[in-house]
Protein backbone atom coordinates (compact mmCIF):
# COMPACT_ATOMS: atom_id res chain seq x y z
CA UNK A 1 0.00 0.00 0.00
CA UNK A 2 0.98 3.39 -0.74
CA UNK A 3 -0.18 7.12 0.87
CA UNK A 4 0.36 10.05 -1.71
CA UNK A 5 0.70 13.81 -0.98
CA UNK A 6 0.49 16.53 -3.08
CA UNK A 7 2.23 19.58 -3.15
CA UNK A 8 3.11 23.01 -5.58
CA UNK A 9 -0.38 23.80 -6.51
CA UNK A 10 -0.78 27.59 -7.01
CA UNK A 11 -2.11 30.54 -8.69
CA UNK A 12 0.00 31.50 -11.35
CA UNK A 13 -0.15 33.77 -15.04
CA UNK A 14 -1.01 32.26 -18.33
CA UNK A 15 2.76 31.58 -19.76
CA UNK A 16 3.98 30.52 -16.28
CA UNK A 17 5.40 27.34 -14.98
CA UNK A 18 4.79 25.25 -11.32
CA UNK A 19 6.27 21.92 -10.27
CA UNK A 20 3.62 19.72 -8.46
CA UNK A 21 5.02 17.08 -6.43
CA UNK A 22 3.79 13.36 -5.19
CA UNK A 23 5.35 12.24 -2.09
CA UNK A 24 5.17 8.63 -1.36
CA UNK A 25 4.99 6.78 1.48
CA UNK A 26 6.65 3.51 2.18
CA UNK A 27 9.84 1.75 0.50
CA UNK A 28 8.06 0.22 -2.47
CA UNK A 29 7.30 3.28 -4.58
CA UNK A 30 9.62 1.60 -7.52
CA UNK A 31 6.99 -0.77 -7.49
CA UNK A 32 3.59 1.91 -8.81
CA UNK A 33 3.41 2.99 -12.20
CA UNK A 34 2.73 7.03 -10.93
CA UNK A 35 -0.09 9.35 -13.20
CA UNK A 36 -1.47 12.78 -12.61
CA UNK A 37 -4.86 13.57 -13.45
CA UNK A 38 -6.77 16.60 -13.22
CA UNK A 39 -10.58 17.91 -12.55
CA UNK A 40 -11.86 21.08 -14.08
CA UNK A 41 -15.18 22.56 -12.05
CA UNK A 42 -18.37 20.69 -13.19
CA UNK A 43 -16.02 18.35 -15.66
CA UNK A 44 -14.41 14.81 -15.09
CA UNK A 45 -11.05 13.97 -13.68
CA UNK A 46 -9.13 13.40 -16.82
CA UNK A 47 -5.75 11.86 -17.58
CA UNK A 48 -2.78 14.19 -17.79
CA UNK A 49 0.76 12.19 -17.67
CA UNK A 50 2.12 8.86 -16.57
CA UNK A 51 5.46 7.23 -15.48
CA UNK A 52 6.15 3.78 -15.65
CA UNK A 53 8.52 2.21 -12.72
CA UNK A 54 11.62 2.96 -13.77
CA UNK A 55 10.98 6.53 -15.37
CA UNK A 56 11.91 5.08 -18.87
CA UNK A 57 8.26 4.94 -20.41
CA UNK A 58 5.85 8.01 -19.99
CA UNK A 59 2.30 9.02 -21.63
CA UNK A 60 0.84 12.62 -22.20
CA UNK A 61 -2.59 13.82 -22.71
CA UNK A 62 -2.24 15.42 -25.85
CA UNK A 63 -3.44 18.69 -24.39
CA UNK A 64 -0.59 19.04 -22.32
CA UNK A 65 1.84 16.96 -24.89
CA UNK A 66 5.33 19.39 -25.30
CA UNK A 67 4.13 21.60 -21.94
CA UNK A 68 4.58 19.54 -19.17
CA UNK A 69 7.04 16.51 -18.06
CA UNK A 70 6.57 13.96 -15.71
CA UNK A 71 8.93 12.38 -13.65
CA UNK A 72 10.32 10.55 -10.56
CA UNK A 73 12.87 10.13 -8.24
CA UNK A 74 12.59 6.77 -6.79
CA UNK A 75 15.23 7.46 -4.07
CA UNK A 76 13.36 10.04 -2.85
CA UNK A 77 10.06 7.92 -3.04
CA UNK A 78 8.76 11.32 -5.43
CA UNK A 79 7.29 11.57 -8.46
CA UNK A 80 6.97 15.32 -10.35
CA UNK A 81 4.73 17.16 -12.91
CA UNK A 82 6.50 20.22 -14.51
CA UNK A 83 3.78 22.96 -16.19
CA UNK A 84 5.18 25.23 -18.45
CA UNK A 85 3.73 27.38 -20.69
CA UNK A 86 0.52 26.76 -18.51
CA UNK A 87 -2.90 28.27 -19.63
CA UNK A 88 -6.38 29.45 -18.05
CA UNK A 89 -7.50 26.04 -19.36
CA UNK A 90 -5.23 24.36 -17.52
CA UNK A 91 -6.72 25.56 -13.84
CA UNK A 92 -8.40 22.29 -12.28
CA UNK A 93 -7.10 20.10 -8.67
CA UNK A 94 -4.52 18.20 -9.66
CA UNK A 95 -3.95 14.56 -8.38
CA UNK A 96 -1.33 12.19 -8.21
CA UNK A 97 -2.34 8.09 -8.75
CA UNK A 98 -0.79 5.31 -8.28
CA UNK A 99 -0.91 1.66 -8.79
CA UNK A 100 1.35 -1.52 -8.82
CA UNK A 101 2.49 -3.06 -11.97
CA UNK A 102 4.83 -4.76 -13.92
CA UNK A 103 4.50 -4.11 -17.28
CA UNK A 104 6.46 -1.31 -19.41
CA UNK A 105 3.74 0.60 -20.62
CA UNK A 106 1.63 2.40 -18.16
CA UNK A 107 -2.17 2.85 -18.54
CA UNK A 108 -3.79 6.46 -18.84
CA UNK A 109 -7.37 4.53 -18.00
CA UNK A 110 -8.52 6.48 -14.51
CA UNK A 111 -9.89 3.42 -13.27
CA UNK A 112 -6.30 0.93 -13.15
CA UNK A 113 -5.16 3.48 -10.19
CA UNK A 114 -5.61 2.16 -7.20
CA UNK A 115 -4.10 4.95 -4.71
CA UNK A 116 -4.69 8.73 -4.59
CA UNK A 117 -3.74 11.87 -3.53
CA UNK A 118 -6.15 14.39 -1.92
CA UNK A 119 -4.95 16.95 -4.94
CA UNK A 120 -3.82 20.35 -5.08
CA UNK A 121 -5.27 23.18 -6.65
CA UNK A 122 -3.99 24.87 -9.85
CA UNK A 123 -4.99 28.22 -10.76
CA UNK A 124 -3.93 29.83 -14.41
CA UNK A 125 -4.65 33.85 -14.89
CA UNK A 126 -5.49 34.83 -18.01
Known amino acids: QVQLVESGGGLVQAGGSLRLSCAAS????????VGWFRQAPGKEREFVAT????????RYADSVKGRFTISRDNDKNTGYLQMNSLKPEDTAVYYC???????????????????WGQGTQVTVSS
Open 97 to 115: AAYASGSYLPTTRRDAYDY
Open 26 to 33: GRTFSSYV
Open 51 to 58: INRSGGRT
